[in-house]
């Protein structure tokens, strides 16, 4: 996943007559600042393909991007939650809010409503946020351990290669179908992978490739994923992921 390009923050005055200096970029070099890591692998029972009926799980991260055109991503841990700003991940404290949710520490506070939240680089001004959804789940998939991520040109069905073994296809409206012992063919000199797989009266075959990728959304993913599902064409894009 490419980097989203960056600007510079206006300068901050620190007042009662102090010297100005400008606000931080991002949380790196802060005491709290730890390496990036990713949350632990859910166990089996938590990466389970839920029932057609289920609410689906909260997510297990978000990715924001903020108005200073720099993305943060937010992994709660119970009631509290990382922040990971670059190169520098911390724990933010869940503390209460009037409305939405809001994490705070020394260095960062950050306040989420819905999918427009508003971080704060302590002692920086105030930015807002907005969730980009698919990067919010393309992160999710990687913690859960997905190794292959793709959804359809139009957002209405994706699939997951992993964990483990396993292909999982979620179609709008529809149950979950797993399909638990695929098999596979490599071609190196394409890069190309090609899955088949039954599981009850359905048959898939599935189509990876590091060809470019533009969904109607208007998202480019660096790999494309064509599947046949009992016959109907399914087109999507998608990317590698790995923990």
């Not at 990713?38 to 393909?49: I, K, Y």
């Not at 009926?53 to 509290?80: E, F, H, I």
Request: hydrophobic share 40%.
């Amino acid at each position: 996943m490419n980097a989203l390009s960056l600007s510079a923050l206006a300068l901050g005055i620190v007042l009662s007559g102090c010297a100005s200096r400008p606000p931080p970029e991002t949380l790196e070099g802060h005491a709290t600042c730890m390496a990036p890591a990713l949350p632990p692998l859910p166990s089996a029972g938590a990466v389970a393909v839920p029932a057609a009926a289920t609410p689906p799980a909260p997510l297990l991260a978000r990715v924001w991007l903020c108005s200073d055109k720099r993305t943060v991503t937010l992994y709660p841990q119970g009631a509290n939650a990382d922040i990971l700003d670059r190169g520098c991940q911390m724990p933010l404290t869940r503390v209460p809010a009037a409305s939405g949710v809001r994490y705070e520490n020394g260095a960062a506070l950050f306040h989420e409503k819905g999918s427009e939240a508003v971080l704060q680089r302590k002692p920086g001004p105030s930015l807002s946020c907005r969730e980009i959804t698919l990067m919010s789940q393309i992160e999710d998939a990687r913690i859960r351990g997905v190794t292959w991520r793709g959804h359809g040109v139009d957002g209405d069905w994706h699939i997951d290669v992993g964990p483990g073994p396993g292909l999982t296809l979620v179609r709008a409206g529809a149950p979950p179908l797993v399909f638990a012992r695929p098999t596979s063919v490599s071609d190196p000199n394409t890069n190309t992978t090609v899955y088949s797989a039954k599981q009850g009266n359905s048959t898939l075959s599935l189509k990876l490739t590091d060809l470019q990728c533009r969904d109607k959304a208007g998202n480019t993913l660096p790999g494309s994923a064509d599947a046949v599902l009992d016959g109907t064409m399914l087109e999507g894009c998608g990317v590698a992921l790995s923990r």
